[in-house]
């Protein structure tokens, strides 16, 4: 197989690999020769075949399994968040907040049409960028900040990325990772750089070494961060931005997606001082995902850079949307509705992670619309115990960079479960631990 593989230079190399792919030569699965033995065999330096098979990872053509090697990556979509299509069992693996929990907005529609908006107008509602401004200013060390109304967080975080990135750039994300986030960096050829997370968010060694290695942003959940549920602690935000101070240029990117409902306060990694940052809080977790908008605010460069990325598509968020959210968020009803969804996913997961831990699963729950529960034994096999009791739960590989630990993880969306249906399912995972050849500690003994 190896000699099969022919060029000079980084790109000639990857193009021939593509080519077997495409001709079927090499299929998902096979591994690719050691960098070594590649340079030694084509006769090039081993920095050409680190960049060859670095262009195809971003590419998401191969991927990297450290002690594994480099293998073909499989043709399967990248995994995304939301119900499974086709499946019989029940689905506990959403991310979706409760439907029953969004506010209606039949009675903001009625009145909020008001007069038509033509080219050239403000992209952004007065009446909105007046709500944001006292929703975000607060929050900010940095004094100088505008504001960008985008098509959803994902819409704002791959725009921010593609204003200051160029294809291979490194990109600092969280390990575990939120899914839109490695699919977004994957699709953008950018080369993302794994900052572990803890209990306190994002480790100071971890974004220490990310930025040792010339990463050019970081994008960082603040609290509720999905999957883990971490929430910055003030002394770790206080650490991290100290590591920044040495690097006001690297731009970093906040997604505060679970905002309003969050019960833990939000910290931040941008500093008074820092250069090139933007703060995105969209409204889709609590007023529904169809309402795809979000609010950044940014550095004036940055939101400059960020309306230009906005001119050749879609130039400006539709302003009937802007007025619902305005009409929405600014509604005191809803305003209650919103806080007594957050307190609901709160008690919800607590009750849920109690009833795991009496049963021998040490479970504490974060902040946010999942749980993030540790395993005895390996995600995937308690998984397929979990289908056969008609479960789909979702595994911690999935938002694996390159977090060992996370491949004994589930990631567990457990909100919307009458009592009857989180007991069974509590006991059902308990069993399928146990079946997995895991065995939960005696009640006490955790």
Known sequence: ??????????????????????????????????????????????????????????????????????????????????????????????????????????????GMAGRPVLYGEPVVDPGLERWARDWVGDDLAPSEVRLTITSGAADAVERLLAQALVRDDAVALEDPCFLTSIHTVRVGGYRPVPVPVDDEGMTVAGLRAALEQGVRAVVCTPRAQNPTGASLSERRAEELRAVLREHPYVLVIEDDHFSMLSRRPYRSLIGPEHRRWALVRSVSKFLGPDMCLAVTASDPETADRLAMRLTPGTTWVSHLLQRLTLALVTDPDV?????????????????????????????????????????????????????????????????????????????????????????????????????????PAPAGME
Do not use: C, K
């Open 1 to 110: 197989m190896t000699l099969e593989i022919t060029g000079s230079s980084a790109a000639d190399i990857a193009a021939s690999v593509r080519a077997l792919i495409e001709r079927g030569a090499l299929r998902p699965g096979d591994a690719l020769p050691p960098v070594r033995n590649l340079a030694d065999d084509l006769g090039v330096n081993r920095n050409t075949a680190v960049a060859a098979y670095r262009q195809l990872t971003t590419a998401g053509v191969v991927v990297t399994r450290g002690r594994g090697g480099t293998r073909v990556a499989d043709r399967s979509a990248v995994a995304q968040e939301g119900f499974a299509a086709d499946s019989v069992l029940r689905d506990v693996a959403t991310g979706n907040p409760d439907p029953d929990l969004i506010p209606d907005p039949s009675r903001a529609l009625a």
């Open 335 to 439: 305003d209650a509705d919103i806080a007594a969804a957050g307190a609901h996913y709160a008690a919800r997961n607590d009750a849920f992670a109690g009833r795991l831990t009496e049963l021998g699963l040490p479970t504490t729950a974060g902040d946010g619309l999942n749980l993030w529960v540790a395993l005895p034994v390996p995600a995937r096999d308690v998984s397929e115990q979990l289908m056969r009791r008609g479960w789909l739960v979702r595994t911690g590989d999935e938002f694996v960079l390159a977090d060992a630990p996370a491949t004994h993880r589930l990631r567990l969306t457990v909100h919307d479960l009458s009592d009857a249906d989180a007991e069974r399912l509590a006991t059902d995972l308990a069993a399928a631990v146990r079946a997995a050849g895991g065995r």
